[in-house]
């Protein structure tokens, strides 16, 4: 089955790209962009929309033009209703915002990403299966009896964040802050929080800050085999080729990518792809016969979600893109969500079809230098994953109750809850 998309009638120019409805179901905007202006500035904001595969890959892959020193607009999501009172909340108890991964450009974000890298290297990766299997079984024991669960709160969070937990070194007694602090990342990405909401964020990032910084001082005295000891201990080469321990800003900058970039993106595809499969009965078929179909599956699911739907750059130069003229100092959104369902490339974009034989060359991960660090764990979770939740969620269907809300979010997106049904196998 293809999800109708109704054309937009109204004119680009008077689209605003921040309404919320439009970030709640954006493909009939995106389609717009792609058939009438691939690199269109925004009159209202002045940003530019990039929404064609290849334009989003040409930009991606150019970190030197198109830099990713876009921390200001992360904190607020680009609107201007960050209060002050949440920038004196961190001010006072919190550790000050320093750009490391994701907001970082080359030489600096060339140490940093080597510094992690090897913890997300398939072979790293490919070790954590069996915790994956174990965490998969444990999490569906919870409810298994009641032949029903809300899929987002009860399999598709907990997973990442158990793992991740686990490889930071961090105790999964803490389970239910990781899931809090992870939610508070998440909405100070969204764009759409109140001053109010911004307070409440600053409150959880500061408690998040304080319990990683005394879990990083207790590793730097008693290193294991985890992620926050290395940070804890590890020494570090810096842009300016010094060599010298992580200072604490720095790693819980690390951490802080680490639990946002990874959780509510991986949850999100979950909960995505079980939705997919019970609206595509014909679908589910091929892949409940046929397990090995499961990792084409997932990718077909990445492509049509895209959780990351867009990324900031902002242009270092003067420069063009796609036959339009960018000056120095531009915002940019690639519209990754967009290129994913680009019909250029992919036919009939909005089909979710398990075959697909070019899923993979999705940007749900991104491209170029920035490419997404967790990608080979994330993937390696959901494949994991999946052959477990069919083999034991049977006869998986909608229960009453879903409203199927996408919360409106200018970078990331996904389903809020999913109520689902299933025979105990
Ligand atoms: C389905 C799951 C995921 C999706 C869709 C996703 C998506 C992305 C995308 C699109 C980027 C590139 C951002 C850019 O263009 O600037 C990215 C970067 C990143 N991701 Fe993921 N991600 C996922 C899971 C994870 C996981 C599990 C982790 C870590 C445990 C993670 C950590 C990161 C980090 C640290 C970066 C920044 C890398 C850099 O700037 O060099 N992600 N991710």
């Known amino acids: 089955?293809?999800?109708?998309?109704?054309?937009?009638?109204?004119?680009?120019?008077?689209?605003?790209?921040?309404?919320?409805?439009?970030?709640?179901?954006?493909?009939?905007?995106?389609k717009k962009l792609r058939d009438e202006s691939p690199v269109y500035q925004d009159p209202t904001t002045g940003i530019f929309q990039v929404s064609k595969h290849e334009l989003i890959c040409e930009a991606a892959r150019n970190a030197k033009v198109f830099s990713n020193d876009?921390?200001?607009?992360?904190?607020?999501?680009?609107?201007?209703?960050?209060?002050?009172?949440a920038a004196e909340i961190m001010a006072k108890d919190g550790y000050p915002s320093v750009n490391?991964?994701?907001?970082?450009?080359?030489?600096?974000?060339?140490?940093?990403?080597?510094?992690?890298?090897?913890?997300?290297?398939?072979?790293?990766?490919?070790?954590m299966v069996p915790?994956?299997?174990?965490?998969?079984?444990?999490?569906?024991?919870?409810?298994?009896?009641?032949?029903?669960?809300?899929?987002?709160?009860?399999?598709?969070?907990?997973?990442?964040?158990?793992?991740?937990?686990?490889?930071?070194?961090?105790?999964?007694?803490?389970?239910?802050?990781?899931?809090?602090?992870?939610?508070?990342?998440t909405d100070q990405l969204s764009g759409t929080s109140t001053p109010d909401e911004h307070i409440e964020i600053a409150k959880k990032l500061v408690q998040f800050q304080q319990y990683f910084a005394d879990r990083l001082s207790e590793k730097a005295k008693n290193p294991s085999d985890d992620i926050l000891s290395d940070l804890a201990t590890l020494d570090f080469e810096d842009e300016n080729d010094v060599s010298r321990k992580l200072e604490t800003a720095e790693q819980l900058s690390i951490i802080q990518q680490l639990l946002v970039a990874g959780n509510a993106t991986t949850?999100?595809?979950?909960?995505?792809?079980?939705?997919?499969?019970?609206?595509?009965?014909?679908?589910?078929?091929?892949?409940?016969?046929?397990?090995?179909?499961?990792?084409?599956?997932?990718?077909?699911?990445?492509?049509?979600?895209?959780?990351?739907?867009?990324?900031?750059?902002?242009?270092?130069?003067d420069t063009e893109l796609g036959g339009v003229a960018i000056p120095a100092g531009s915002a940019l959104l690639l519209r990754y969500g967009?290129?994913?369902?680009?019909?250029?490339?992919?036919?009939?974009?909005?089909?979710?079809?398990?075959?697909?034989?070019?899923?993979?060359?999705?940007?749900?991960?991104?491209?170029?230098?920035?490419?997404?660090?967790?990608m080979n764990l994330s993937r390696k979770e959901m494949y994991t994953a999946f052959p477990i939740i069919l083999g034991r969620l049977?006869?998986?269907?909608?229960?009453?109750?879903?409203?199927?809300?996408?919360?409106?979010?200018?970078?990331?997106?996904?389903?809020?809850?999913?109520?689902i049904e299933f025979d105990k196998a």
């Open 1 to 30: 089955m293809s999800e109708t998309i109704k054309p937009i009638d109204e004119k680009l120019e008077n689209l605003n790209i921040f309404d919320p409805e439009l970030m709640k179901c954006p493909h009939a905007f995106y």
């Open 70 to 85: 876009f921390g200001a607009l992360q904190k607020d999501g680009g609107s201007d209703s960050y209060p002050q009172e």
């Open 100 to 127: 490391t991964m994701l907001t970082a450009d080359p030489p600096r974000h060339t140490k940093y990403r080597g510094l992690v890298d090897k913890a997300f290297a398939p072979k790293r990766v490919a070790d």
């Open 131 to 185: 915790a994956i299997e174990e965490k998969t079984n444990y999490i569906i024991d919870q409810f298994f009896d009641d032949g029903k669960c809300e899929v987002a709160s009860q399999i598709a969070q907990p997973l990442p964040i158990r793992v991740i937990a686990e490889a930071l070194g961090a105790s999964s007694d803490d389970y239910d802050n990781f899931k809090i602090w992870s939610q508070a990342f």
């Open 267 to 317: 949850a999100h595809s979950i909960t995505e792809a079980i939705k997919l499969l019970i609206e595509n009965p014909d679908q589910m078929e091929l892949v409940v016969n046929d397990h090995s179909l499961i990792p084409n599956m997932i990718e077909e699911s990445l492509r049509l979600l895209t959780p990351t739907n867009n990324m900031w750059r902002i242009a270092t130069e």
């Open 338 to 374: 967009s290129g994913n369902r680009d019909e250029e490339l992919f036919e009939n974009p909005d089909k979710f079809d398990v075959t697909r034989n070019n899923a993979r060359r999705h940007v749900a991960f991104g491209q170029g230098i920035h490419v997404c660090l967790g």
């Open 394 to 419: 049977k006869n998986m269907r909608f229960a009453d109750g879903n409203k199927f809300n996408y919360s409106p979010n200018v970078l990331l997106r996904g389903l809020d809850n999913l109520y």
